[in-house]
């Protein structure tokens, strides 16, 4: 599929600088090493991975996160130091005394973030060389080099830049990902770094950032996986000279609702880019009781291999998407009152297949590379969506040969 991010023109965040290093963790001569310098007055929010087998970098992270103010953010793919006991914490720490002892800050200022392979040792001699050569390379344009140096089996990378006015002041969100297997959230299931030189205070930024979360990086699944290692950064600079402190503060709305549409932009762009997908998968559960029961049946779609793998065929065997809506666990539900939709055309109705659909409707919906599924459960006022993709050969033989 087409990926719509143009990275190359990232706008830069006041008080946010960037660099890269070659490390040579997995692949020579690629940035794979990225670190992040964050202005004193920056505050930061974080969400993390649910994984109870989370990494050890996630776990020095949320330590840090607690214990002081985050300046600097250390990056590596290739190794994802998960599954490493006790001694990858120690190598987590280690690494971030290594950019405390190159920039003067204190370890706990630090944030380690690791993805690769899982069980492997981490090479903390790669990082001994490579933080001093990436912090060299600081600065405030370096946007574009850290959406490609955080990539692992990512294709292309992801990010977006977007601004509004505030207080007649122009106020910018930038915000780059990594993700593409391993997809499936309980949090916010990949790599991303999102930031605005608004000014917020801590509590108000968490709640934005769980806020953007909850309808983006929440919201996308590839295979029903949640990884070990994964995390959502945000941060806010106030370099802007905009400052909001308070979710009733007119200007909190339009800039949350920014932020989260440069998530779900981040969040559809690993859809479109995951492990051997050739179709972005719209899932839109409406008409239920309550959020839980929209998205168990979205869910439940979204992870069918069979319905995945019909996508893949372009093949409208619309009775995989019947047979998922049943077996989704939704009690009480009214087979003769709901409705399924492919694209704009009615498959099921009265609980079966529509009168007016024909094949040649539903095969000219399979064509095309985005699709959408719509599910009205007819028994409330509740909606939810959902972005999954399609099952292909490739996605096998990757995850097959991923430690080839």
């Known amino acids: 599929m087409k990926n719509p991010l143009d990275v190359t023109n990232l706008l830069p965040v006041a008080g946010i600088r960037c660099g890269t290093a070659c490390a040579n963790f997995k692949k020579p001569d690629r940035r794979d090493l990225v670190v992040f310098e964050l202005s004193d007055k920056t505050t930061t929010a974080a969400v993390f991975t649910k994984n109870l087998f989370c990494a050890a970098p996630v776990q020095v992270a949320k330590r840090h996160f607690q214990l002081a103010e985050t300046r600097y953010l250390l990056v590596n793919t290739g190794n994802a130091n998960a599954g490493t006991g006790d001694q990858g914490v120690r190598d987590s720490e280690y690494c971030c005394e290594l950019v405390a002892k190159q920039t003067g800050c204190n370890i706990q ?104 979360v909850n309808h983006s990086f929440n919201r996308i699944t590839v295979d029903g996986d949640t990884s070990t290692n994964d995390a959502c950064i945000l941060m806010a600079t106030g370099g802007s000279g905009v400052s909001i402190d308070s979710e009733h503060s007119e200007n909190y709305q339009p800039l949350s609702q920014t932020i989260r549409e440069v998530c779900e932009e981040l969040a559809r762009a690993m859809i479109r880019d995951g492990e051997g997908a050739t179709k972005l998968i719209n899932i839109d559960v409406e008409g239920g009781k309550d959020s839980a029961e929209c998205l168990q049946v979205a869910y439940t779609i979204a992870h069918s291999p069979l319905v995945k793998t019909a996508f893949f065929a372009s093949d409208p065997n619309w009775g995989r998407i019947l047979a998922a809506v049943g077996r989704a666990g939704v009690s009480d539900l009214d087979l003769n009152a709901l409705t399924i939709y492919l694209g704009d055309v009615c498959i099921v109705s009265n609980g079966g297949r529509d009168k007016a659909y024909t094949e040649q409707k539903g095969q000219a919906v399979m064509d095309k590379d985005e699709i959408s599924v719509r599910v009205d459960l007819k028994r409330g006022s509740v909606k939810e969506s959902v972005w999954t993709c399609d099952f292909s050969y490739d996605y096998v033989k990757i995850n097959a040969e991923y430690r080839t």
């Open 109 to 212: 200022q630090v944030l380690p973030f690791s993805t690769g392979v899982i069980g492997e040792p981490l090479q903390v001699e790669k990082f001994e060389q490579g933080i001093p050569n990436a912090i060299t390379e600081f600065s405030e344009q370096g946007w574009q080099d850290a959406a490609n140096g955080i990539m692992t089996t990512d294709t292309v990378p992801k990010g977006v830049s977007k601004q509004i006015s505030l207080d007649g002041q122009t106020v910018t969100v930038t915000g780059i990902a990594k993700g593409s297997g391993m997809i499936r959230p309980d949090m916010a299931t990949m790599l991303a770094y999102v930031a605005t030189d608004a000014a917020l205070p801590k509590t108000l930024l968490q709640t934005c950032l769980e806020s953007a």
